[in-house]
C-alpha cells in the first residue's frame, strides 16, 4: 500500500469517521437528556420506580441500537444497520410480551383508585381474600386479613375478580 492509496482511503472515510464520533458524542447528551426528561414525566404521574427505572432503561436501550445503526449506516455498513434495526423490532416484540402483565396491573389500579366504593379502609373479599384494605397502589392493593396476614395483590386480580366490599369505613354519607 502506497502513501497515495493510505491518503485516499483516509479522504474518502476520515470525514466519515470524524462525523460518526461527533454524532455519537451528540446521540450521548441527546439521550441522557431524554431519558432524565423522560422519567421526571413518569415522577409526576407517580409511577412507581421499578417501572420508570424498566421504561426508561428499554427507551434508552432503543435510542442507543437506533444511534448505533446510524452510525453504521453512515460508515457504508448498511446490512449490519438494517440487521441491528431488525433486532430492534424482535427485542420489542419480547418485552411487549411480557409488559403485558405489568401494563394489566397499571390501568386496573387506575381504575380500582378511581372507584370510590374500593377505598383503604374497606372491609372486602376478593381473589379468596377477606380483610381490610391497607394500601391501594397502582400496581398493587394491600389486603390485611383477620389472622393478620398481608396480602399482596396485583390489581388486574381484583379488577378481574368478584369484588364483595362488607363495609364502606371511608364512604360519604349522601
Do not use: C
Not at 69 to 96: Q, Y
Not at 98 to 108: E, G, H, K, P, T
Request: aromatic share 8%; net charge positive.
Amino acid at each position: 500500500m502506497s502513501w497515495t492509496d493510505l491518503q485516499s482511503i483516509f479522504l474518502a472515510y476520515g470525514s466519515k469517521f470524524i462525523l460518526s464520533i461527533v454524532v455519537l458524542i451528540g446521540a450521548g447528551f441527546l439521550i441522557s437528556f431524554m431519558i432524565k426528561s423522560f422519567e421526571r414525566v413518569l415522577q409526576r404521574i407517580k409511577i412507581d420506580s421499578t417501572i420508570t427505572s424498566l421504561l426508561s432503561d428499554m427507551l434508552r436501550f432503543i435510542l442507543w441500537i437506533l444511534t448505533i445503526a446510524l452510525v453504521l449506516n453512515m460508515l457504508g455498513f448498511k446490512e449490519i444497520s438494517l440487521a441491528l434495526g431488525g433486532s430492534i423490532a424482535v427485542v420489542a416484540l419480547g418485552l411487549s410480551k411480557s409488559i403485558s402483565s405489568v401494563a394489566s396491573d397499571l390501568i386496573s389500579g387506575i381504575f380500582l383508585l378511581a372507584d370510590e366504593d374500593f377505598k383503604v379502609g374497606n372491609l372486602v373479599e376478593t381473589s379468596g381474600v377477606k380483610g381490610i384494605v391497607e394500601s391501594l397502589d397502582i400496581r398493587k392493593t394491600k389486603i390485611r386479613d383477620e389472622v393478620g396476614n398481608l396480602h399482596i395483590i396485583p390489581n388486574k386480580k381484583i379488577d378481574g375478580s368478584n369484588l364483595i366490599i362488607v363495609d364502606f369505613n371511608n364512604r360519604k354519607s349522601p
